[in-house]
DNA sequence: GAACGGATTTTCT
DNA sequence: GAAAATCCGTTCC
């Protein structure tokens, strides 16, 4: 299974992330390689856009973002979730492309594990610990940012892996669409609209996804993260 | 089916 | 001190 080649990346995260679409994702871990085709992704650019987080600069945090790409940023969120990009372009630009959704293609199981694992963990301590793991849906294993980190077991340590690199444990590949694969129907309409979750820029449509997939995750217009209000 | 609070890091004011 | 590229269980329509 060949990696995409580098050049692929060494574009606008505009346009690499389209192109990102249907192509597979995969780790491979001692417990076994889970896989996921992208469904949903967004594309940040570097300090012109300020919704990036390389907006302000470069921080100990956004550091993989300002080198080569075909690389992984991971970062961590909300105080307990993780998040991966691949970087694109070169390292003046420090784009990358925020890959929000999956439908998982290899290793359902374990990836249905791990997302459970991580419910029960985020869930606190209740007399569900025993939850059957199969209750999990299979589109929703990697279905948001975050979830997609939990199935393929991404973390910090993933911070800066090379993704274009056979040997890689973290790659990205084109889906295989040789016989003998359940492949599905061939070309499937991509569709744009404003980013998830950001406030700043958010007239401009860089978020794309695959039409009509169960996996992409719900269109929030504003998605208004409500404040949380201050009693005087 | 929408809306809220909680978990709790990284960064900036 | 607060907001952020989030998810989940609960609660109220």
Partial sequence: MTPIPREFFARPSVQVAPDLLGCVLEHE??????????TEVEAYAGQSDPASHAYRGRTARNAVMFGPPGHAYVYFTYGM??????????????????????????GEELARARRARRTHKAGGDHDRAGQDSAALATRDLARGPARLCQALDIDRSLDGADVCTAGSPLRVRRRQTGAGTNVRSGQRNIRSGPRVGVSAAADVPWRFWLDGDPTV??????VARRRKLVTP
């Fill in 29 to 38: 871990t001692a417990e076994g390689l889970v896989a996921v085709e992208l």
């Fill in 81 to 106: 979730h993780f998040c991966v990009n691949l970087v694109c372009q070169d390292a003046d630009n420090a784009s990358a492309v925020l890959l929000r959704a999956g439908r998982v293609i290899e």
């Fill in 217 to 222: 995750s719900a269109y929030r217009p504003w």
